[in-house]
């Protein structure tokens, strides 16, 4: 419970997606290779937790399981390599807050997955798709 909360940050009110996924903004000052690494440690650490908690729990897809924000939102902060000015972090952000808040196909389609695959395959194409979009950015 205490990786899936990131430490109670998922019990947060109002908005624990966004509090989760402003928790790991620091990490943009490591550099995109570092949140690229990061993301995969959250994202094998995080499906590990979350599976435990489902299980726990009894719960689909609780709003208080946070660390698949963590993991999406680093993932995006990976694609800094396009934009790496504070302007790329609050794109990073507000563009990951949107597609898992909107969920356009194809984190639509990993969102309606069972278990603990689906609570972090969603967030996970979230993060890699904004990572895409600013790597594209970058280099127009």
């Given at each position: 419970?205490?990786?899936?909360?990131?430490?109670?940050i998922g019990r947060m009110?109002?908005?624990?997606?966004?509090?989760?996924?402003?928790?790991?903004?620091?990490?943009?000052?490591?550099?995109?290779?570092?949140?690229?690494?990061?993301?995969?440690?959250?994202?094998?650490?995080?499906?590990?937790?979350?599976?435990?908690?489902?299980?726990?729990?009894?719960?689909?897809?609780?709003?208080?399981?946070?660390?698949?924000?963590?993991?999406?939102?680093?993932?995006?902060?990976?694609?800094?390599?396009?934009?790496?000015?504070?302007?790329?972090?609050?794109?990073?952000?507000?563009?990951?807050?949107?597609?898992?808040?909107?969920?356009?196909?194809p984190v639509s389609w990993?969102?309606?997955?069972?278990?603990?695959?689906?609570?972090?395959?969603?967030?996970?194409?979230?993060?890699?798709?904004?990572?895409?979009?600013?790597?594209?950015?970058g280099g127009i």
């Open positions: 419970m205490l990786v899936a909360t990131l430490g109670g009110r109002p908005g624990p997606g966004t509090w989760g996924s402003a928790a790991v903004l620091p990490a943009a000052l490591l550099g995109p290779l570092a949140c690229l690494g990061l993301a995969l440690a959250v994202a094998l650490l995080g499906w590990w937790a979350t599976r435990g908690a489902l299980a726990e729990s009894g719960a689909e897809d609780p709003g208080w399981i946070v660390v698949d924000e963590a993991a999406g939102m680093l993932l995006a902060l990976a694609g800094l390599a396009g934009i790496g000015d504070w302007l790329g972090v609050v794109l990073a952000f507000a563009g990951f807050r949107l597609l898992d808040i909107l969920k356009p196909w990993a969102d309606g997955l069972p278990g603990a695959t689906g609570v972090m395959l969603d967030d996970i194409l979230a993060g890699a798709i904004v990572a895409a979009a600013l790597l594209l950015a």
